[in-house]
């Protein structure tokens, strides 16, 4: 027998016995079910069940191909890895804000492209999302956004941005990795402003004096080792001429940068404290994982997802 024809035979008996090893079983229930989210819209839930039920609910669908070890092993991580992250299966345990809120993170991983991974629509091209899809999630989000549910007018009893924040520091307990509170923040440079429409909350993004300089040179790609910003929130409030304000305070939350102190975080430090209260979030060490992630699509930006309103005005 030639010699090829072993090393053919040789490899092929490999894959075989190579079969009887399997991955933790990842199938839940039968695929294409039709399981309904509830309070989504019909044409909305047949574009997450297509693009993202695979790996991120109970309803997996393996083809044959998905079933073939070492594949199947690959397969398994991206569906624990997926469901770890969102799982769509627990979808009615939620509260109405959380499932906004899932939604929201669904539609800006889709944007960032990050989502469905390129890897796994190269076989799978059905879990695509197309430029149709993507505006009928927007057109969806939007119209249960805050504002969209909003009836009637909020009292006019905006509070104070400046009262938000001034407890004394040695009050406000550290958050669990033991970055402490930053009360000067309210003295720094104000550099943009987003608002999150899924949740009603109004943000203000303030920057401190090494980050200022390091957008006057325009050397942002990395952030300089002492950066920090603040983002605060507060809930949108509509006023009686239909203008919007500050209303109740929701968070602050910090970046801080050191390569090297925060190497394990991608150079960041990351912090939150929420309400009146300045209590800090997270009940474990690692709840800055949480954080990560969320910034993980802005990975090219050194993880930053603000962009200042204008370059030209922090001129000295």
Known sequence: ????????????????????????????SAYGVGKQLGGVSREVNGILQTACFDCHSSETRLHWYDKITPVNF?????????????DFSNWDSLATAQQSAALYYALNKILSGEMPLPSYTAVHPQAKVDENEIETLKRYLLSISYGAKQGKVAPNNPKEITAVGVKPEREVKPSPNGIAYIPDYRNWKAISTTDRFDNGTLRIIFANETAVKALQSKKTDPWPDGSIFAKTAWKQQQNADGSISAGKFVQVEFMIKDARKYAKTKGWGWGRWKGDDLLPYGKTLDFDTECVSCHQPQRDNDYVFTRPIDLFNFKN
Do not use: D, Y
């Open 1 to 28: 027998m030639k010699r090829k024809w072993k090393i053919i035979i040789c490899i092929a008996l490999a894959l075989v016995c190579l079969q009887f090893i399997r991955p933790k079983e990842t199938t839940g």
């Open 74 to 86: 690959l397969v398994a991580s991206h569906i624990r890895n997926g469901r770890k992250a969102l």
